[in-house]
């Protein structure tokens, strides 16, 4: 079957980086989305990887490792706004998109 | 209207009634899409649509239909609902209809079946 795993929760404090990964086998790939969700809201989208290698926007950064199915999601400079539910989704080899069940990043001061 | 609204916010229903939540995007995207999220699991696929005029299963179809009359709107319907569509209910578009571009998300539907 199809799965995708990140970590349920993590904790980081403000200012410091945290990495949030995501692990995934599926039946090929097509490429991979990182959404960011606040809690009570929409998922919004923060980044796409189609090849392999670190992708930087801003304090935001996502990784692609395809032969190791794998990719993180970098985030520097933490701020509050920060905390968040960090959605992974893999677009497969048939076009369909399988999503992760999120990472809820809790940010202290 | 800018983006992608969803209507109700929340609902309490009854089971065994009938529910249809609205869904309306202006930006003319090709694609739409019905997604259910519970806690713990990630967002599931309930139909979709690549143009208006079409619409496809998702991963879970089962109770629910759709209707896509024309480009802007894309209205989820419960027969009959039961506890077990208890969930908030997202709607999302996206230019391309295919599943490799970004989808944009209406702010959601938090439906209660008692």
């Known amino acids: 079957g199809q799965n995708i795993d990140q970590p349920t929760e993590m904790t980081a404090t403000e200012g410091a980086i945290v990495q949030i990964n995501c692990t995934y086998q599926?039946?090929?790939?097509?490429?991979l989305f990182w959404y960011q969700q606040h809690a009570g809201e929409a998922p919004t989208f923060l980044s796409y990887n189609v090849l392999d290698g670190l992708e930087e926007k801003g304090r935001f950064s996502s990784f692609l490792s395809r032969s190791k199915g794998y990719s993180y999601l970098l985030l520097k400079e933490l701020q509050m706004k920060d905390s968040a539910s960090y959605l992974c989704?893999?677009?497969?080899?048939?076009?369909?998109?399988?999503w992760g069940a999120g990472t809820k990043l809790i940010i202290k001061p | 209207i800018a983006g992608i609204t969803q209507a109700p916010t929340s609902q309490i229903l009854a089971a065994g009634r009938r529910m249809t939540l609205r869904c309306t995007q202006d930006m003319r995207h090709n694609a739409m899409y019905w997604y259910r999220q519970d806690l713990g699991l990630g967002l599931r696929l309930i139909h979709y649509?690549?143009?208006?005029?079409?619409?496809g299963k998702g991963e879970v179809p089962d109770g629910y239909s759709v209707s896509r009359a024309n480009t802007d709107d894309f209205p989820l319907t419960l027969a009959s609902a039961v506890p077990s569509q208890t969930s908030v209910y997202f709607c999302?578009?996206?230019?391309?209809?295919?599943?490799?571009?970004?989808?944009?998300f209406g702010p959601g539907t938090r439906l209660t079946v008692l």
């Open positions: 599926t039946s090929g790939f097509n490429g």
């Open positions: 989704a893999v677009v497969d080899s048939n076009y369909q998109l399988i």
């Open positions: 999302a578009s996206s230019e391309r209809g295919d599943f490799a571009d970004t989808q944009y």
């Open positions: 649509s690549n143009t208006a005029g079409t619409t």
